[in-house]
């Protein structure tokens, strides 16, 4: 799951990204609002944190410009702004959530699980499904119930599906798939969305399974079932 992270104070930045990533969270790090605003437009993140008091452009109006703008990346303001005014004024927003500082760590970790359970659309908690496919991302598991066969998965194979699956119907470019697989800030190079999308289709067809990743001339990449 990858979090964007809005924060202009670094050493409460640092502290939050090494949280996160010990938590096996992928983040990335922006120091103002028009910065934040920008990242959430590529469409890579599960869920954005943004403090409130940022250069640019403040926390409340990144959120309803996001909202304005049709992104429905759940909200987690995070702030030390805690008064009821305050938390009125996020919400209404279009902030999904209002946590303020300090905070205790394992509160933090509760409300970013809950916003990323809301932020997919699940059979349960963990579970994906598309066509005759379910994709278990909490094991890393993708099982077809037309042979009832299933298959582990690797972490780039499990992200590009999870990504698929909550995007079903649309076409993804290369360039979504390398930024959210790959990060904001890394230029992965084109090939190795390619190189993974066969990975990929690998383990679709040893499921057996009706569905396939199409890629679509001068686009990008649809899954789609096969055509019979």
């Not at 990204?17 to 010990?22: F, N, V, Y």
């Not at 304005?68 to 999904?96: E, F, N, V, Y």
């Not at 300090?102 to 659309?121: C, D, H, I, S, V």
């Amino acid at each position: 799951m990858r979090i964007l992270l809005a924060e202009d104070e670094r050493r409460m930045a640092a502290a939050l990204i090494a949280l996160l990533k010990q938590e096996r969270y992928d983040v990335d790090h922006v120091e103002d609002g028009v910065s934040a605003l920008m990242a959430m437009e590529s469409d890579m993140y599960d869920i954005a944190v943004l403090d409130v008091m940022m250069p640019e452009m403040n926390g409340f109006e990144v959120t309803r410009q996001a909202r304005r703008k049709g992104i429905k990346t759940p909200i987690l303001i995070l702030t030390a702004k805690s008064q009821l005014d305050d938390k009125i004024t996020g919400l209404d927003s279009g902030a999904d959530d209002y946590l303020t500082k300090p905070f205790q760590t394992k509160e933090l970790l509760a409300r970013l699980r809950a916003l990323g359970r809301r932020g997919t659309n699940t059979l349960q908690d963990d579970t994906l499904s598309y066509s005759d496919l379910s994709l278990d991302t909490a094991a890393a598991t993708l099982s077809c119930s037309s042979t009832g066969q299933s298959v582990r998965l690797g972490g780039k194979e499990l992200r590009i599906l999870e990504y698929m699956f909550a995007n079903q119907g649309q076409i993804m470019t290369r360039e979504q798939l390398a930024l959210k697989i790959w990060g904001f800030e890394n230029e992965a190079e084109y090939n190795n969305v390619e190189v993974y999308m066969s990975f990929t289709r690998k383990k679709l067809s040893f499921v057996g399974s009706k569905v396939t990743i199409k890629a679509v001339r001068g686009l990008g990449y649809e899954l789609r079932e096969k055509d019979v």
